[in-house]
């Protein structure tokens, strides 16, 4: 099965089928946060650090960074987000814009593979931003629009994200480096919304053998209760093969979703994962104690499923 | 309609509606009971209304703002207030456009003023649309008329739609932090070109805020698409008692 590895200097992740799922932590963007937006373009990055650690520490295996503010210098403030937030978490990052020379300043400064977020199928992005995958030697978000806009046939959509991988490839992108984004849309304004997204996962895992991401809050606009719909539709996603998802990991309802469609895709050995987090915390000793307290000599470095 | 908006399944709305027989219902019930299913998106029932007001000799004007446009707007004070949800308002809408599908022609016919018209399109380089099409929809809600352009719009598209539809309002929509300047290349070919005083614009879109609509150069950004309906309404009157 394809696997996709992202690094930084000290650290793995692996974004693949019969894995954990990834989640990419999506708090590190200005658009539409007001306060964070000014905070950044005044050189105040106190949020975006509160950030990072925030969603490292609610299970984040990557982070995106985004430093897409009006009538700012891009580049310089996407540049120096990254140098920052690299040295505060150990995560891989995502590094987010549509300005080319943004992502250009971004990577630049990035130490590791980064994923880069993103290209779509229009000509110029592609003939862009795949020359700057292949330099650094990083991968690459594929969102599956075209010029022609974001198709509702799903057909289309595929085979946007066909032409992408083909042109990757010409570049020298592995198929494995490329990130199929099926693009979500709002299932209020859309009804066949969700349906499109997991018949194209799948396809896209069975017939095009990508991992696929997506932004998967885009799924709840406009509706009450967002997270109640973002966790069903990533369980429902990842039981089609979805194997990544840019999302919020804070939000308690959404990492539950994720780790129990872990478990129940059999991507969660042992349910280890699973247990590890939930465990009653009413006993004495807590959540942190685990199974009997004493032989651990025997258990001790059995276990290795990071 | 609280009612209908406590029980859940859709049928039993069909059928609390079959229950009312709108034409025994004199005038002000009747308006009263169109603001309910405005509210309620109830697409049939609007148009079998708006028909009975104007079999009754209502002027057609009258039906649009007393009974359709004053019932989006209580759509649109819920909406704003966070009481509706995108899917109820996409219903509304709809209802909407039923009892304007029989207004239409008569408003024509008579010549009766419309609140406003605006053109409204995403500018060159994007594609994204929902959101620009929530604000078509509330507009025309609103009582305007509505001519979406659609997607990825250059100058020269939004200029020629401009001088072909003469409406009150340009409306311009960006979901990218790259494609929103673009919006400033509108406006200036617009200031160029003498015309800039002559349309009010309105700007919109995701990544957008108040700062970069003033930078851009256009009279106001609307943060959602019942707030951009409020300000077209507001700015239109406003230029109306200016003249």
């Known amino acids: ?306 | 309609m609280a009612d209908a908006t406590n029980d859940a399944p859709d049928d039993h709305l069909d059928d609390d509606v079959d229950d009312i027989d709108l034409s025994s219902l004199d005038d002000d019930d009747l308006v009263e009971q169109m603001h309910d299913d405005l509210y309620d998106g109830l697409a049939d029932e609007i148009a079998e209304a708006t028909q009975l007001l104007l079999d009754r000799g209502w002027d057609p004007q009258d039906v649009l703002s007393k009974a359709l446009v004053e019932g989006m707007r209580i759509v649109g004070i819920d909406f704003r207030d966070g009481i509706l949800f995108v899917p109820e308002v996409l219903l509304s809408a709809n209802a909407m456009k039923a009892g304007m599908k029989l207004l239409r022609p008569l408003l024509a016919e008579t010549g009766a003023e419309q609140i406003g018209k605006v053109v409204i399109g995403t500018v060159k380089g994007d594609i994204h649309d929902i959101g620009k099409n929530l604000v078509g929809m509330m507009l025309e809600g609103a009582g305007f008329e509505v001519i979406d352009i659609g997607i990825n719009n250059d100058a020269d598209a939004y200029l020629a739609a401009l001088e072909e539809h003469r409406p009150d309002i340009l409306g311009m929509s960006a979901l990218l932090t790259t494609t929103m300047p673009y919006m400033k290349v509108v406006i200036e070919e617009l200031g160029k070109r003498g015309l800039r005083d002559d349309y009010i614009v309105l700007v919109g879109g995701a990544p957008l805020n108040e700062e970069f609509g003033s930078a851009v150069g256009a009279d106001a950004y609307c943060r959602d698409a019942a707030v951009a309906a409020e300000t077209a309404e507001a700015l239109v009157l406003a230029r109306r008692a200016a003249a």
């Open chain 1, 1 to 306: 099965m394809t696997e996709t590895v992202i690094s930084s200097p000290t650290r793995e992740v692996v974004i693949g089928h019969d894995r954990a799922f990834t989640v990419i932590g999506e708090r590190i963007n200005p658009t539409g946060r007001k306060v964070l937006a000014a905070e950044m373009q005044a050189g105040d990055f106190s949020r975006v650090e509160a950030d990072a650690v925030a969603q490292v520490e609610a299970g984040a295996h990557m982070l995106d960074v985004n430093a897409g503010i009006p009538l700012a210098d891009e580049p310089a403030i996407l540049a120096q987000t990254v140098k920052l937030v690299q040295s505060l978490v150990d995560v891989p990052l995502s590094i987010d814009s549509s300005i080319v020379a943004a992502l250009e300043a971004g990577l630049a400064v990035y130490e590791g593979k980064a994923l880069v977020n993103s290209v779509t199928g229009e000509e110029e992005r592609l003939e862009q931003v795949l020359p700057l995958v292949a330099k650094h030697g990083a991968a690459v978000i594929a969102i599956t629009n075209d010029e022609t806009g974001i198709s509702e046939d799903p057909d289309v959509r595929f085979e946007v994200a066909r032409t992408i991988v083909n042109r990757a490839a010409d570049h020298g992108i592995p198929a494995a480096d490329v990130v199929v984004d099926p693009l979500v849309m709002p299932i209020g304004a859309m009804r066949g919304a969700g349906r499109q997204v997991f018949t194209l996962v799948r396809r896209l895992r069975d017939e095009l053998g990508v991992n696929t991401t997506c932004g998967a809050s885009n799924v709840s606009f406009g509706l009450p209760n967002r997270p109640g719909i973002n966790a069903a539709f990533l369980a429902m996603a990842i039981s089609n093969g979805l194997s990544s998802a840019i999302t919020n990991p804070i939000e308690g309802e959404i990492r539950s979703a994720v780790m129990a469609a872990d478990v129940l895709a059999g991507n969660d050995p042992d349910c280890a994962a699973w247990i590890a987090s939930h465990r009653d915390p009413g006993g004495t000793q807590g959540a942190a104690r685990g199974r009997r307290g004493g032989r651990r000599g025997r258990r001790g470095g059995s276990r290795d499923d990071g």
